[in-house]
């Protein structure tokens, strides 16, 4: 315990002088160490590590999905689609949709129909299509 006291006021004492020497409060000299501790910390481990630059690529920012259109049927006779879509795919990273009648209704009895969606993931315009009773996947993660 006496030994953490002497050290506690040996730093205090330094903080202290260093203020004084340079006409700083000792608030700002213990932050003015703690920058340059911090700076010569960081460039002793850019030299440890290989000169590791600040020009190292960035993952690509991660945005989630909105959906911009969406219809089910045929290409003679469909219905819009959007609004059901959207409520289970906005905002996610990746959504499944299970493409059958209760999507909208049976736009096209006796036909075989789809389900195609427009969809952006930031900047980037993605589609995505499934035939009835199959599984539309749509995916912000590539």
Known sequence: MRHLLALLLLVSLSVSAQAYEDNTSPKEAYSKGYKDGFREGYEQARKDLGGVSNNAPQPAPAYPITVSQAKYGTSRRDCDATR???????????????????????????????????????????TASAFEHRTAYLSCND
């Open 84 to 126: 059901y879509v959207a409520r289970r795919a906005n905002g996610k990273m990746t959504a499944s949709i299970d493409v059958a009648n209760s999507i909208c209704g049976d736009p096209a009895p006796g036909d075989r129909k789809s389900l195609d969606i427009t969809y952006v993931c930031g900047n980037r315009a993605k």
